[in-house]
């Protein structure tokens, strides 16, 4: 899952945004290439992955980019369009957790990949709520390119501040959900709770609370 995602999100970064702004190509595939290795490598340099392993992630990854990128404009206008899409994403993804994995010892890849779908799932809701209240609307053809803004110490102040409020509400809701959730599942699933970390391995809890 990590060499795929670290395969998948610079690449789909690269296609989306490249003709929508007005940088170099050369720069894009460099940083779309150092993402991608640096991540790949980590797996095998931490000793989590063989190589194969990771090669087999990487072409997975390519391989759901050509089988999915022609078809993101459809995904993309029923996402935001269609009246019970957040319904749909949220139990597509929620089957695609509990299905995805069957393990016989317990492995941090179903939380991560949990974890993952649930972000999916939190970004698509969150497009379709934004596209819905009129806060996504999209440019005209004529105004593409954009061009990047300038860096200035206004924009770097505002970006450094958007991301540190951003991070301490995300470490919040993790604190909160993590309180709220695994004792919650435990309690639906009959599961002691004694020990949080060996209940959190048990896949009734650990997903939910992922």
Not at 31 to 45: D, H, K, N, T
Not at 54 to 59: D, M, P, Q, R, S
Not at 113 to 122: F, V
């Amino acid at each position: 899952t990590h060499a795929m995602s670290g395969t998948a999100i610079p690449l789909a970064l690269l296609l989306l945004t490249y003709g929508r702004w007005q940088y170099p190509l050369a720069l894009g595939l460099l940083l779309g290439v150092s993402w991608c290795s640096l991540v790949c490598l980590s797996r095998i340099y931490m000793g989590m992955h063989s190589i194969l392993d990771v090669i087999a992630g990487f072409l997975y990854a390519i391989l759901i980019l050509i089988v999915f990128h022609p078809a993101l404009e459809i995904i993309d206008t029923f996402n935001l369009t269609y009246k019970y899409a957040p319904l749909i994403i949220i139990s597509l993804h929620l089957a695609m957790g509990i299905f995805s994995f069957t393990l016989d010892t317990w492995s941090t890849s179903r939380g991560d990949t949990a974890q993952i779908l649930g972000s999916g799932a939190g970004i698509a809701c969150g497009s379709h709520v934004n596209y819905m209240l009129g806060l996504m609307v999209e440019p005209p053809p004529d105004a593409l390119p954009f061009s990047p803004p300038p860096i200035t110490m206004t924009l770097l102040g505002t970006a450094m501040l958007r991301f540190l409020i951003g991070v301490i509400v995300l470490l919040l809701l993790r604190a909160a959900m993590k309180k709220i959730s695994i004792p919650l599942a435990c309690k639906v699933f009959g599961i002691p709770c004694d020990d949080i970390r060996k209940a959190r391995q048990r896949m009734e809890v650990e997903l939910p609370y992922r």
